[in-house]
């Protein structure tokens, strides 16, 4: 399975304390340097809470550990959201892991989303 991530799941994820690449082993994890992006300027952004600065710090921590798992790719456009719209009109088989209930409902019915539940489990739905 293709899976792409998007900033806030991953954040999401390292603030929870989800061992999501534990739990998605022999998937293709598929990072969007977008991500690294906005990753990048969330640690640097004076306008945010200390806590989201090294939240973002942390994601970024974990991406670079990890490397090795992910496959890198650049979207089409700027911004991550339109950027997966965009890779999964182009017919692309994949899983789109976000938190994000905009980009879901745009895409409903076309694609897979991994989505953490209530309980704090990774959990794949339609």
Known sequence: MRIVFDTSFIMTCVKEKIDFLHELEGNELLLPKQVIGELEKLTEDQQKKIKERGLAKTSLMLINSFRNRFKEIELEKKFVDRGIELLAEEGNEIVIATLDKELRNKLK????????????KLEIVN
Request: aromatic share 16%.
């Open 109 to 120: 019915g076309k694609f897979k989303f991994l989505i953490i539940t209530k309980k704090k």
